[in-house]
């Protein structure tokens, strides 16, 4: 079984620890200190940083009650959600919850008009920002106008980026997920977790892939592949020809070829037919979020028992689904998920959230305020 990451030490992030640096840089430059009658409402992956980044948001006077949370099943640690719901915070119950006969997607969107139009906060308060992990949250709230005023929203996906720009927008947005501080260096940290949880998922199923598709060669894709190039006969693909390393309908045609194939796109990549045609033995990962690179809900949905969307299973002409379709880098275990490294995102996360908090805006879509260069070189100090 070949190494796929050699000389890297992950820690994942404990959130009963001391505050994240980036973190507290944050605060510390932005020189905000109050929260009053202020409401956070996120949709966030449920992990052990995203409780310690709030925390810093408590130590400065946002209580508890004022924050409410959505997460999603195959990115909620079950310790971090009691862990919020012991201080008081509202966290919708469906962050836990899986339906192996039902496309994600759908079923996170209605999970989420659920969770937006049951929200009590109680009197109207003088600010409410909101946060949003794939634009799902601030979609609803677009189109659904409520009684609230001085709603500010920040988008940290460029999924959700993508989807907002094509809206006409009645509130404001923040843009975090093309922050290039954020470009920069998220994706090869994704791809480092991502890398170490293959390794770890191929050596439990005993499976030793040779020829490996990449269907995706934006920032994950090539991450990824840099990371596996030298040691496994490498395909890397995508739809738009100027990226594709090898022709999209080339690779399609010779899928029966592949050992592994791993999706990067963000949507679906290989219809159910596609995978019924795929050699007994083939495993398929997802690199992208939600279960949407494949086809599998047919498949999935004929497994007695699955009930946990990190389990992988077989499907009837054998052929391997990882983490049950969903993303390989968000496995059950906190440790190889939230690696201290991410601090990154949370940092610009918190800058989005005080710049909503602190400024008005007119409705559409508005950039990061300019902390990079100096959280640049606070994190290359740290990290690099």
Avoid at 294 to 308: A, M, N, Q
């Amino acid at each position: 079984m070949q190494t796929f990451i050699q000389n890297n030490v992950f820690h994942a992030v404990d959130a009963t620890n001391d505050r994240l640096e980036l973190v507290e840089f944050i605060f510390d430059s932005l020189k905000f200190e109050s929260f009053e009658d202020v409401v956070i409402v996120g949709a966030q992956h449920i992990l052990p940083s995203t409780l310690t980044m709030f925390q810093s948001f408590f130590d400065r006077g946002l209580s508890p009650r004022n924050l409410h949370l959505i997460g999603k099943c195959y990115s909620t640690d079950i310790l971090t959600y009691q862990k919020f719901c012991d201080l008081g915070v509202n966290v919708s119950p469906s962050s836990m919850q899986f339906n192996p006969a039902e496309k994600f997607d759908s079923y996170y969107q209605k999970s989420v008009e659920k969770f937006a139009a049951t929200l009590n906060i109680g009197n109207v308060p003088k600010k409410v920002v909101v946060l949003d992990d794939g634009g799902q949250l601030i979609s609803y709230l677009n189109e659904n106008p409520s009684d609230i005023h001085q709603v500010t929203c920040v988008e940290q996906t460029t999924a959700g980026y993508r989807k907002l720009i094509d809206m006409n927008l009645s509130i404001p947005v923040i843009n975090v997920a093309r922050a290039n501080l954020k470009l920069e260096y998220e994706s090869r940290v994704v791809a480092q977790t991502a890398v170490k949880a293959l390794e770890n998922r191929l050596q439990s199923l005993q499976l030793q892939p040779r020829s490996i598709l990449i269907l995706g060669n934006g920032a994950i894709g090539s991450a990824i592949a840099n990371f596996l190039e030298r040691d496994f006969e490498l395909y890397i693909t995508d739809t738009d020809p100027e990226k594709a390393i090898v022709p999209y309908e080339d690779c399609l045609a010779r899928l029966r070829e592949f050992d592994l194939i791993i999706g990067c796109v963000g949507e679906q990549v290989l219809s159910a037919e596609q995978i019924a045609s795929l050699s007994p033995g083939t495993t398929l990962v997802s690199l992208s979020s939600s279960d949407r690179e494949f086809d599998i809900v047919k498949y999935r949905s004929e497994i007695t028992g699955l009930i946990d969307c990190h389990q992988d299973f077989l499907t009837s002409n054998g052929v391997y689904v990882v983490n049950c379709g969903f993303p390989i880098n968000f496995g059950d275990d906190p440790a190889e998920v939230d690696i201290n490294e991410f601090e990154l995102t949370r940092a610009l996360l918190t800058a989005g959230i005080l710049q909503g908090i602190s400024q008005d805006y007119s409705n559409g879509v508005f950039n990061l305020i300019n902390l990079e260069n100096v959280l640049k070189n606070r994190y290359i100090e740290k990290y690099m």
